[in-house]
């Protein structure tokens, strides 16, 4: 491989993505505590919206910011949340447990790239969930790299 591939094509593209994010939704849906924020269920339309962010962030198509309102839809749908750092936890640790169940690529690059922006994206959503949270208004949709350590390609 010539060029190095957006976190997006290695992961396997959106039907990857999509995989990974309705297993992660049915083990919130399964922990009463997480699943109450999101009305005891997460809807189809949810779940779709945010793989499209992850799609996104992760050098796949611009769609989010195009179609689905941006970062400004995104902050909106966390303020006033009050997300606690336990329930961050959980959230973050589904997620890993998740991209196993869902059979992820489990190269150690990859997933140091993913949970990456889980850790910074939820540590940013539980600031801005809290009450009075001094807030970004305006932003891109964040474009995540692979981080210290690129992708491991054999012989290359
Ligand atoms: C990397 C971390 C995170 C990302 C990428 C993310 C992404 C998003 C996005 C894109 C939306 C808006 C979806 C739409 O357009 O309709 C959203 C909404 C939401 N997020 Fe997050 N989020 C993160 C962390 C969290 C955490 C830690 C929690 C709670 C523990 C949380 C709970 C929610 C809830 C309850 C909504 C609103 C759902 C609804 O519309 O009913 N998020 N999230």
Not at 113 to 123: D, F, Q, T, V
Request: glycine fraction near 10%; charge should be negative.
């Amino acid at each position: 491989m010539s060029e190095t591939p957006t976190i997006y094509e290695w992961g396997g593209g959106r039907e990857a993505f999509e995989r990974w994010l309705n297993v992660f939704y049915d083990l919130v849906e399964g922990e009463p505590a997480l699943a109450r924020l999101f009305g005891g269920r997460v809807s189809e339309e949810h779940r779709a919206h945010v793989t499209t962010w992850w799609c996104e962030v992760m050098g796949g198509p611009a769609t989010y910011t195009t179609d689905n309102g941006g970062y400004e839809h995104m902050l909106a749908k966390h303020r006033g949340l009050s997300i606690t750092p336990e329930l961050r936890l959980r959230f973050v640790t589904l997620l890993s447990q998740a991209a196993d169940d869902a059979g992820l690529p489990d190269d150690p690059e990859f997933r140091a790239a993913l949970m990456g922006y889980a850790e910074w994206g939820s540590r940013l959503a539980v600031h801005n969930s809290q009450p009075d949270a001094a807030v970004a208004e305006h932003a891109p949709v964040p474009r995540w790299g692979w981080g210290v350590a690129p992708p491991y390609v054999p012989g290359a």
